[in-house]
């Protein structure tokens, strides 16, 4: 079945680490996107990109970055830059500009 | 840029009960869709409706893009029905989304 793919479902971070959040789609969507969701609170964009080796700064972009290698892929790596890590963080895909976004399963970090 | 507003923000049902959720937006917009973020965070696309209704068992949509809002019913609610409901209406490439409405089942 196509979809995306969020791993690792859980992660933990140590003060000062690098970690980076994997996310795969077959769906074989151009564009592809990465939200941070805090308790209680809306979904909010981190990064985004349309094609490949191409990519923009959403609202929250400071301690954060990614790559776009692949079509298919997208990670997201969480600096020791970014001060306060821990949320919810969820990865979506776009065929094309209007159409329905869709969405993993998403990775919750937390701080050791 | 464009506003998005849901409401009521949240909402207590007993379940068998009906509801209404809105969606308001500032301007005009490419799309629009509604999920169901599960209590386990996953987000579930539920409509994607730039106009009209459409429906899906219990559950149905309609969006007046000329005046600026959608709807999203839920009839004869169950427990599982818990969980935030989100708008988001899509300008070119980017979602902006509402802040949700929070709805609770009891049984």
């Known amino acids: 079945d196509g979809g995306i793919t969020q791993s690792p479902k859980y992660l933990f971070r140590k003060e000062g680490q690098n970690v980076t959040l994997s996310c795969e789609q077959n769906l074989n969507h151009d564009a592809m996107y990465w939200y941070r969701q805090d308790p209680g609170q809306g979904l909010r964009l981190i990064y985004y990109s349309q094609i490949v080796n191409d990519f923009q700064k959403g609202d929250i972009a400071e301690g954060y970055s990614v790559s776009r290698e692949k079509k298919e892929s997208f990670p997201l790596t969480v600096t020791s830059a970014q001060k306060n890590p821990t949320a919810f963080y969820l990865c979506?895909?776009?065929?094309?500009?209007?159409?329905?976004?869709?969405f993993g399963d998403g990775t919750r970090l937390s701080i050791l | 840029g464009i506003q998005v507003e849901q409401s009521p923000p949240d909402l207590i049902l007993q379940e068998g009960a009906n509801s209404t959720l809105r969606c308001n937006f500032s301007d005009s917009v490419n799309n629009l869709q509604w999920f169901h973020q599960n209590p386990w965070g996953q987000l579930i696309n539920l409509f994607y409706i730039p106009s009209g209704t459409k429906q899906n068992g219990r559950l149905s949509a309609t969006t007046v893009a000329t005046e600026r809002y959608s709807l999203l019913y839920i009839s004869s609610s169950q427990t599982t029905d818990s969980g935030v409901y989100f708008c988001?209406?899509?300008?070119?490439?980017?979602?902006?989304w509402g802040a949700g409405t929070k709805l609770i089942i009891k049984p």
């Open positions: 979506a895909s776009l065929q094309a500009a209007g159409q329905p976004q869709h």
């Open positions: 988001a209406v899509s300008i070119d490439y980017q979602l902006i």
